[in-house]
């Protein structure tokens, strides 16, 4: 077994005397293709050095961690206050259980524009850099695995022992065969039989992860339907049911409410952001005023339980928009645009906006799609700023950085998404979101990396030493906790907390320390010379 090395990669980086030097670090942005790997809507390194000329790199360290915070504060409002809301609708409405509904709902959803990307990432130009996909994706399930029991453990929850069981059993085959089948060193020549093997390893992935939604599919909604029946049996009366209008699936018009009235309460940040920091909530007043005008939030706090039809509309008309960064080729974004376009035209002309529609669950799902571009949007940004200064400030090796610094944007959703799914008492929801997340990352890993171009005559091999440490470490992870959450009669108890912070403090404490070549990595004890 062989790893790629990239010691020798033409880094993102420069002597520290020459921060001083603003027409050297230009160059080093614009002629360093390592510079470039993770910038998706805006370079900053280019404009900070090149357009702006700063003349150290503290002043670009400053405005990196602005940003970070502007794109972090903009995150957290549109998880809470726009993402969470339209998930927990969906998950009420949705004829499974509270687990089957968030673990088939939320992975879609959340990861809808990442895996509909072209991002190029995986070019061929860019040699050895291809890896820095796959330690991305392995930074990632280890992130998702580490804050989602985290979190979890904070509030504390007891899971069911036949559902515990059956996500971990999944997600442990889907690793072993994941480090199976990468680890493997290729030749992918159009006529080569290695070639094959690839397609048929990726045709099992995806056989396999569909299996696993099917199965989840039948058994929530079958045990969903089961309890309905029940709950059918012990009801008395009609008393829960809002109207008689109800029953036939209509609802009258809310006349107690004006248009206007609707509107202003909608786009009332102040007053929908109560829960937050008063200093938070007032800056941050005129975004949230423009994203509740295209972001639908359909919830049972708000009036008609959140409908509001010309957000709705508008938010139909601007998302084939937005999801032009995402690089969607011409036809396919052309289909985009009609259908997008299509469903306004009848949303408006089939909707009245004092009456709540029949089918609220699609403007819910509608919101949660828009949401979703947008914090992935933002994430690449926070991946696109953490890489580029992190490679310029300390010189660390392209994969760990993204090992270590990537998913930041993904890890801050996913806390705020299970804290306030908590709050809500929804609380296995909670779990099938955290296993929802990990299933995907998992068992998507290896067709997005041979979709994307990742394996190619340059670059056959893709695995490090630092991503085989990570792989070693997402076993010991996830055999732990599934020893110590079976032990505590299925709990996810503050003890799993402090021994999952203990393990990540140790991981980043050796992937440091191997970086300086201190100690050697534990996934091999030679740094081979070549890619051979």
């Not at 809002?242 to 009332?268: C, H, P």
């Not at 937005?322 to 396919?332: Q, T």
Request: charged share 15%; aromatic share 16%; hydrophobic share 50%.
């Amino acid at each position: 077994m062989a790893f790629v090395d990239l010691s020798a990669v033409n880094r993102c980086s420069l002597p520290k005397e020459s921060f001083r030097n603003a027409n050297e670090t230009c160059g080093l942005a614009r002629g360093t293709l390592s510079c470039g790997s993770f910038v998706y809507l805006i370079n900053y390194l280019d404009i900070s050095f090149c357009v702006l000329k700063l003349p150290t790199i503290s002043f670009y360290g400053l405005i990196s961690a602005f940003l970070l915070m502007v794109h972090l504060s903009l995150l957290f409002m549109l998880t809470k206050y726009f993402f969470v809301p339209n998930l927990a609708t969906l998950i009420e409405f949705a004829p499974m259980t509270m687990f089957g509904s968030s673990f088939l709902l939320f992975g879609p959803t959340f990861f809808v524009s990442y895996y509909n990307s072209f991002w190029e990432i995986c070019d061929t130009r860019k040699l050895n850099l291809s890896p820095l996909q796959f330690a991305k994706i392995m930074g990632d399930i280890m992130r998702y695995i580490l804050i989602g029991f985290m979190v979890i453990c904070m509030q504390g929850y007891r899971v069911d022992g036949v559902t515990f069981w059956s996500s971990m059993f999944f997600n442990l085959t889907g690793m072993i065969y994941l480090y199976i089948v990468v680890k493997k060193s290729y030749k992918v020549d159009r006529i080569a039989a290695d070639l094959y093997f690839i397609k048929f390893r990726v045709t099992v992935f995806l056989y396999t992860f569909l299996m696993v939604l099917l199965v989840i599919f039948v058994v929530s909604h079958t045990t969903f339907q089961r309890g309905a029946v029940k709950r059918k049996q012990t009801q008395e009366n009609f008393g829960e049911m809002d109207s008689g209008d109800e029953i036939l699936g209509k609802y009258q018009k809310q006349r107690a409410f004006s248009r206007r009235e609707i509107w202003l309460k909608t786009v009332n940040g102040y007053r929908n952001m109560a829960d937050s920091n008063v200093i938070y909530r007032t800056s941050m007043m005129p975004a949230y005023f423009v994203l509740s005008n295209i972001i639908p939030v359909i919830s049972r706090d708000r009036i008609l339980i959140g409908w509001n039809k010309y957000a709705s509309c508008l938010g139909l008309v601007i998302l084939p928009i937005m999801c032009m960064p995402h690089g969607f080729k011409a036809a396919s974004w052309l289909i985009v645009l009609l259908t997008c376009w299509t469903l306004s035209i009848l949303t408006f002309i089939s909707t009245y906006s004092l009456r709540r529609p029949d089918n609220i669950w699609m403007f819910a799902l509608l919101g949660l799609i828009i949401s979703s571009v947008f914090i992935n949007l933002l994430s690449r940004e926070i991946e696109n700023i953490t890489y580029q200064y992190i490679s310029m400030q300390f010189d660390v090796m392209p994969d760990m950085t993204a090992l270590m610094y990537f998913g930041v944007g993904e890890m801050f959703s996913e806390s705020i998404v299970v804290r306030c799914l908590q709050q809500r008492k929804m609380w296995d929801a909670t779990f099938g979101v955290v296993m929802s997340l990990v299933t995907y990352a998992i068992f998507l890993a290896f067709p997005l990396l041979f979709y994307q171009g990742c394996y190619n005559p340059k670059c056959s091999i893709i695995v490090t030493s630092s991503t085989e440490t990570a792989i070693h470490f997402i076993f010991l992870i996830l055999s732990t906790s599934l020893l110590h959450i079976s032990l505590s009669g299925y709990e996810f108890r503050i003890s799993l907390l402090f021994y999952l912070l203990v393990l990540a403090v140790f991981y980043v404490t050796l992937q440091w320390m191997t970086h300086y070549d201190w100690i050697l990595s534990l996934a091999t004890l030679f740094k081979p010379k070549n890619n051979d």
